[in-house]
């Protein structure tokens, strides 16, 4: 069985339904490295109804770049992540990061901005903006993973 989490911050943003990777307990994470390529959630509870419902495994990716209106896993830097609080969860992409901006590099101190993306909750009126300084990488969702596949995605 895989262990669940619900709602997260980043800065203010709270949010989504996310699992443990498939199979593995990954705790708090500093890098992503240790990811494969290809890996699989688990939705719990009903928060992404009727987009996703709960049991479903969904399929997300490391190497595609995500785009607006995609399914999403934000990965939090786990000194942005409150105890006992979830460090990634799933959104949806409403704007994507830009091409040359890199995750949780801090703007120069003369800089009078910094990256940023935002999400929302699958909601209306719902989105939300987060610095790229506060996280580790967004992961692109690629679909649901079929009922008949078993084992560690």
Request: proline residues 8%; negative net charge; aromatic residues 6%.
């Given at each position: ?11 203010g ?55 607006q ?34 995750f ?20 209306p ?29």
């Amino acid at each position: 069985m895989v262990t669940t989490q619900s709602s997260t911050q980043c800065g203010g943003l709270k949010g989504g339904n996310t699992a443990a990777i498939a199979g593995q307990n990954t705790g708090q994470i500093s890098s992503l490295d240790h990811l494969p390529n290809v890996y699989a959630m688990i939705v719990s509870g009903d928060s992404l109804e009727p987009h996703y419902r709960e049991g479903e495994k969904l399929v997300f990716s490391r190497t595609q770049r995500p785009e607006q209106g995609d399914t999403v896993i934000v990965w939090v830097r786990p000194e942005y992540v409150a105890d006992g609080s979830p460090q990634s969860f799933i959104m949806r992409m409403v704007l994507p990061p830009h091409p040359d901006a890199q995750f949780g590099v801090k703007p120069h101190p003369d800089s009078n901005g910094e990256f940023a993306v935002v999400f929302d909750l699958f909601k209306p009126n719902s989105d939300r903006a987060c610095s790229l300084t506060k996280l580790l990488g967004i992961h692109k969702c690629t679909g649901r993973l079929p009922e008949t596949v078993t084992g560690n995605a």
